[in-house]
């Protein structure tokens, strides 16, 4: 059975950005301004020890719309309840634990958290604190509360917090922040906990062949669908390594435990020992299929002794290696494998025929398949493509961004660890 989806982020909607008395209140500014760029109608809600961080003009030179705090303002207009109401979209950011402790227990003490009891649309803390106050069991347990109610709560990042400090806390980036919210205008249920506790291993990204000191052999990968895959896995509530080749200028996802690599032979070498205990292995990475036989130690010059030809030689496929090592026993705890696939057409066949031999021929549970070309796939930001399942099965997926269809292939790669096997992809939507 073949199932589409539709893209229904595009059009303009009503955003309500809440932002906490934190100092990271002064990053709120750019998800505001990201959101009023891509046409949405933006109104933000600041806290009163937001406004010491970041002025009330700011915000409102930012969004074009007035800036109150109370719920005695404006009062004709009933903002308190109207907002709220009328939002398709909140979020919180920074969310300091003072503010998501209100909203847990239901606390109506300012515009903020008023609005937070009315809306009916997806809703989004981002929190930033110190570690100490994240950790804290009250945290913990309001945390928990907000999620048990269908708000999405974003997990913070790792590093530099106020001060010297630095630790698990800090607010992830903006892009980041805006990149999870909007995903939930796509595609409201895509950040459940179903992958809570789950170990998830992600490569991304390309290799990078050296030829001499100065050149390699590469290929376009940005790294941007694996990137998007880890990301959504770790807010998902996994336990997420990434291992990631040559991918421009991302930055880390939060929550992940990265490992930097640079040629196929780094990249197998850090994926087979991470694999180790994985649950899951998505293997999103462009990796290369040849590396020059010799490296040249000074670099190639031109002239009487330039090479007529490079010799290469097959780099070991990654992938194969993985599904051949699970069969063997060495990866028990492993209980799916997904594959990525950039095709083309051609006289033998096209992209879907030659996703199918190439499902059959690596041997993992799920295949993602991407026609490429130009514009498609590679150095873009949106994608799409087929799902195809070890029995059969296979899924279109419509055009929309990577973040849509990160979330589609968990959906899938949750439903294998919760059926404990090979099951397709039918059950994935």
Not at 179 to 207: C, H, K, M, N, Y
Request: charge should be negative; include cysteine.
């Amino acid at each position: 059975m073949t199932e589409i989806e539709s893209d229904s982020a595009g059009s303009p909607r009503r955003i309500v950005v809440g932002v906490g008395g934190g100092i990271a209140a002064y990053k709120a500014c750019s998800i505001i301004r990201s959101f009023t760029e891509a046409g949405h109608h933006v109104r933000v809600i600041p806290t009163e020890s937001a406004l010491e961080f970041v002025g009330r003009a700011t915000f409102e030179a930012l969004s074009g719309n007035p800036v109150q705090t109370g719920v005695f303002a404006d009062v004709p207009q009933v903002p308190h309840v109207r907002l709220g109401q009328e939002a398709d979209l909140v979020v919180v950011a920074p969310a300091t634990a003072d503010l998501m402790a209100r909203a847990a227990h239901g606390r109506a003490d300012d515009l903020l958290t008023a609005t937070l009891l009315t809306a009916r649309c997806p809703v989004v803390f981002a929190p930033a604190m110190h570690t100490e106050m994240w950790e804290h069991p009250a945290t913990v347990a309001n945390v928990a509360t907000l999620r048990s109610r269908g708000i999405t709560v974003i997990e913070p990042a790792s590093g530099r917090l106020t001060g010297k400090d630095t630790g698990a806390g800090r607010l992830p980036e903006p892009d980041e922040i805006v990149g999870l919210a909007t995903l939930l205008l796509e595609r409201s249920d895509a950040l459940p906990q179903d992958l809570a506790g789950r170990r998830i291993l992600v490569s991304a990204g390309g290799t990078r062949e050296p030829l001499d000191p100065v050149r390699f052999l590469g290929n376009r990968s940005s790294g941007k669908q694996g990137y998007a895959i880890a990301r959504l896995a770790a807010q998902r509530g996994a336990q997420v390594t990434l291992v990631a080749g040559y991918t421009a200028d991302l930055v880390d996802p939060a929550a992940v435990t990265v490992i930097r690599v640079r040629t196929a032979q780094e990249m197998r070498e850090a994926v087979d020992k991470a694999a180790i205990g994985a649950e899951a292995v998505v293997m999103a990475a462009a990796v290369a299929d040849f590396r020059p036989a010799t490296v040249a130690t000074s670099k190639i010059k031109k002239g009487a002794d330039e090479p007529d030809t490079i010799p290469l030689t097959r780099n070991d496929d990654i992938l194969a290696g993985l599904v051949q090592s699970r069969r063997d026993g060495g990866l028990p705890n492993t209980t799916a494998i997904v594959g990525f696939a950039a095709e083309t057409g051609d006289a033998h066949g096209d992209v879907l025929t030659h996703a199918r031999s190439k499902l059959t021929r690596k041997g993992c549970d799920l295949l993602v398949v991407n026609a490429v070309g130009e514009g498609k796939a590679f150095e873009v930001d949106n994608n799409d493509g087929w799902l195809l399942g070890a029995d059969g099965s296979e899924r279109a997926l419509a055009h929309g961004s990577k973040a849509l269809m990160a979330s589609r292939v968990l959906d899938a790669v949750s439903a294998l660890l919760t059926a404990g096997g090979s099951s397709g992809v039918s059950s994935a939507g």
